[in-house]
């Protein structure tokens, strides 16, 4: 049986199902947002935007916009954490190529899939983050920024996503933009009211 670690308690079991559960969450939640046709913020939100413009899928621009974080992650979160959010980001983007396969809708309120990708994306971003992971790009950035100072990474997350929406007010229908910030909120605030080191005790 793995010895749990002195940091958080956790043994490498319960990292390994903490992490894949809030990698499936989220591709989830991805699913839903583009079966939708919507977008969302963060660097998700980035590959999202670049998968429509350019025609590639979004496993692979998720993937290769999150490379220039891995360094940043490295020097100033260690390297178990930069290894579980490379594993992470890695394993979302080859989700985000399954399930299309596996789950197709035959109708989705526009709505209620932005709801849902907040809700969902936002608890598995929880998930990975209670068990030192993320999904890389401005989550490193995010997390460091409160681990620093004790601004909350949900809001940091906020921001940068108001910035990305005003971007994609140039690109997208007005309705695209207003649906895809409803999921944004819902999954800000998860992160912004749920994310909180000093909650985080193990027993």
Do not use: C
Not at 78 to 94: H, N
Not at 121 to 145: K, Q
């Amino acid at each position: 049986m793995a010895e749990p670690r002195e940091d958080t308690g956790h043994t490498w079991l319960d990292d390994l199902q903490g992490i894949s559960l809030g990698v499936f969450l989220a591709g989830l939640g991805l699913h839903l947002l583009t079966t939708v046709g919507l977008i969302t913020g963060q660097t998700a939100g980035v590959a999202v935007i670049a998968s429509y413009l350019t025609g590639y899928s979004f496993g692979l621009m998720f993937f290769l916009i999150n490379l220039p974080f891995y360094l940043l992650a490295w020097r100033r979160l260690g390297v178990e954490f930069t290894l579980k959010s490379l594993a992470s980001v890695t394993a979302l983007s080859l989700l985000t190529e399954v399930i299309p396969h596996g789950m197709v809708f035959e109708y989705l309120d526009t709505a209620l899939g932005a709801i849902a990708f907040g809700a969902l994306t936002g608890l598995g971003l929880l998930a990975l983050f209670r068990h030192n992971g993320s999904l890389g790009g401005l989550g490193v950035v995010a997390l460091l920024i409160q681990d620093s100072t004790g601004f909350r990474a949900g809001w940091v997350q906020l921001i940068f996503d108001a910035l990305v929406f005003g971007i994609a007010f140039l690109i997208f229908p007005i309705w695209v933009v207003g649906y895809s910030l409803l999921g944004a909120v819902v999954l800000n605030l998860i992160i912004a009211i749920n994310h909180r080191r000093d909650r985080y005790v193990a027993t």
